[in-house]
């Protein structure tokens, strides 16, 4: 609520050129909501109030802001202005913004910054976008294992007032790889004489740089952990990646997988920023993939021309049973997808769980039979309504079986499960449907002599 | 992989009842992944395992398990085990599963708590679930304003060792209200003789108690919080939620969403613990409902049967057609769904978003008009081509015109926007589709003379 009357307030201090107002404001919101602000605003005016922040005060808001956002800003900066912002900013999020950067400006950038920063920046960047190492900051804190807690307290206090997390301590061996872990709480409430090896734990969560982010993500949130280090392939300590990069990433793979399930591919930067042409590009694929698919379905159709112009009641019906094995079989797709990627269920369940779809959908089949026999009744007589029921029950479970078992073979084949959308699994089901639904007509209901 | 390892050593000695073997393997397990174990186990063998863990141990295994999981162990376990695992678990763990049993045993397990735990666990478990209160915990750390940051410290060092976290610190007034919060990095990285209110922030976020979840996780990710603090009806400070809890939240979430936008309702704990009956009766409602939404493109379709009996080849377009729109309007809601969910489109981007979806629709349906025509004219000549084409191009915008809208819609008349499933929007194009297309189809071709 404050953020939305604070907001009101600004615009309309900026509506009358407010200077006093505006300035005190801004220092009225919160990073996180001057970042909300400035990309509500159009990005002139954003500009504007950017240019009023502190430096210190831009390095915060900086962070909270999407890439495109970022970039826009960027480019109107003079390169003094952005080296003293790229300075100021956490590793991490200085590497992104760095990246979407032409080379030209990405040289002249590197040339403004220290020795120490410009290789940590161009290390930091060169990792592929989506691996650990592309999420992971280089800003850590180590502690030598002869040390004392109080010491090492002491050491902290003085060294990494910059580190991004003081709060998870790491003892490397000469070689840089780990052989500790303590929390800053084990620190402060271990025996202040104690050395640091008394204290550690030694058997330490690590993850490779070129791992994916999810898998970075999953672990922290399997062992609950705040930070996860990151090692290279010596086994050397390169980086940690903390839990809030974590919570980012389990909403943005959930994002991803929500719009693969609807067939749109991965939308880079958000629904709003996006063009319409990067929409076109995201979308189009699929729908003309199915427009193939439901040719099947057409084919079907067209190869019982004769049962249907016979009885063209039946046509009726057929939105009805295509889609429920269609509704069906996307809901156990979904479940399926989704329970694999939170490792909910796994490959080696498929046994016990296709047995027990079978169950569901049998009752599942049954039930929507019933609610359809009537009208099957009441439109076309005792046979139609036969034909409608006995088909219901037989679509609803070959839609739901596909649905189930499509994700598992496509793990199977080592091809993302989530590929099995629901309008994928509904069109596979439909083709079906037709087929069940024109196969028993034609059986029950005889093909009539033209 | 170490996991793997050690699991396929540990099930091999539980075989040959090595009993050392199991103890020794157990103590390399740490306490996620015995859980994980303890998971993928039959009840009886989980619980011998379970009843060779320590006391602590058990208590930090536990808290990794599900609900059902915790419940199995906990029924086969007597009064006294089970108090002294209550007694060491977290408290808002502790309270999660208190909530799951029958009154009787409640009472009995009350019983045997200290005074102040019970009162704390009454508290703690009496908040609907859901809420910011169903899982918030009761340890946390407060200090008095006019402490130094060194008294502060060796404060924390002696009377907060079990709080859930040290990490945040709140400085509360004489009614319990939060005046300011300061981290344990600003107390330790701060001068040590400076006072605490010098220190702290008086800028401080935090929730009301029965507040949702969802809101308490929306906070911490886009405050980068550490944990938030919740608060009654009067000001004062009861509680915290911490990140990792606000990880599970969103994952958590993200299932439901999921889930809600393949006509699913919510499963508590999981796919793999639901039983038959739980599955049926989640997605039967909707499956029901859509076979009666459906009878409108039957009835669509019975209404120009006589344009159907005359030109039966239209009858092979017919899925194609009307798939594809359910399929544009399905991209459609999904994008807006999400969207809504994650903050980054909202309500008043509407028309805007509403003017690139034309755009975008067009462009989609002018690509896949061009795939089809071919079909069309290979079918049933130009005529035919020309009505597919020009019913293509309509039903693609229609769809993503519905798929678009009904999300916003939904939210305007302050219901989920979620509800706005594929399926459902899937429905809808459909009976929009069969219009448009024999609208056309008669229009063109006009009706014969029968």
């Keep these: 609520m404050t953020y939305n009357l604070v907001a009101d307030a600004l615009r309309a201090a900026m509506a009358r050129q407010d200077g006093e107002a505006i300035c005190r404001l801004l220092s009225e919101l919160r990073p996180a909501d001057l970042a909300e602000f400035l990309r509500q605003e159009q990005p002139r005016e954003a500009l504007q109030l950017f240019q009023q922040l502190h430096t210190a005060q831009r390095a915060e808001v900086f962070g909270y802001l999407p890439a495109e956002a970022q970039l826009q800003l960027a480019e109107v900066m003079d390169d003094h202005a952005l080296s003293q912002l790229l300075t100021r900013m956490d590793a991490d999020e200085r590497a992104d913004l760095f990246k979407l950067f032409d080379a030209e400006r990405q040289e002249r950038i590197l040339r403004g910054l220290a020795h120490h920063e410009r290789e940590d920046l161009r290390r930091l960047s060169s990792y592929a976008e989506g691996t650990a190492g592309s999420v992971m900051t280089s800003d850590y804190v180590v502690v030598p294992a002869d040390m004392s807690a109080r010491d090492a307290l002491e050491h902290i206090r003085l060294t990494a007032p910059d580190a991004e997390t003081i709060y998870q301590i790491y003892v490397l061996d000469a070689q840089q790889r780990i052989i500790g872990t303590l929390s800053l709480r084990e620190l402060i409430l271990g025996r202040p004489q104690a050395p640091i090896s008394e204290l550690m734990t030694r058997d330490v969560v690590s993850l490779q740089v070129h791992a994916t982010q999810e898998e970075a993500a999953r672990l922290i949130s399997r062992y609950d952990l705040m930070t996860l280090p990151i090692i290279d392939e010596a086994q050397r300590m390169i980086g940690i990646i903390t839990y809030d990069d974590a919570l980012d990433v389990v909403e943005e793979e959930a994002t991803e997988d929500i719009h693969k399930g609807a067939t749109i591919g991965k939308l880079e930067g958000g629904l709003r920023g996006a063009s319409l042409f990067t929409l076109y590009r995201k979308r189009i694929g699929w729908l003309v993939l199915l427009v193939f698919a439901n040719i099947f379905s057409g084919a079907g159709i067209a190869y019982f021309e004769d049962t249907i112009s016979a009885y063209i009641a039946l046509v009726f019906f057929l939105p009805l049973l295509i889609d429920s094995g269609g509704n069906a079989g996307s809901q156990a797709a979904t ?99 037709v087929l069940i639904y024109f196969g028993i007509a034609t059986a029950i209901l005889g093909l009539p002599d033209v």
């Design 335 to 433: 479940l399926m997808v989704r329970g694999l990627a939170t490792g909910d269920v796994r490959f080696r369940d498929w046994g016990r769980l296709l047995g027990r779809e079978l169950g569901v959908a049998s009752a599942l089949g049954l039930t929507m039979a019933l609610a359809v026999s009537g009208l099957g009744f009441i439109r076309g007589g005792e046979q139609i309504a036969l034909v409608v029921a006995l088909s219901m029950v037989l679509v609803v479970m070959i839609g739901s079986l596909i649905g189930m078992c499509l994700p598992f073979l496509l793990q199977r084949l080592k091809l993302d499960p989530a590929t099995a959308s629901a309008p994928l699994v509904t069109s596979i089901a439909d083709a079906s449907g």
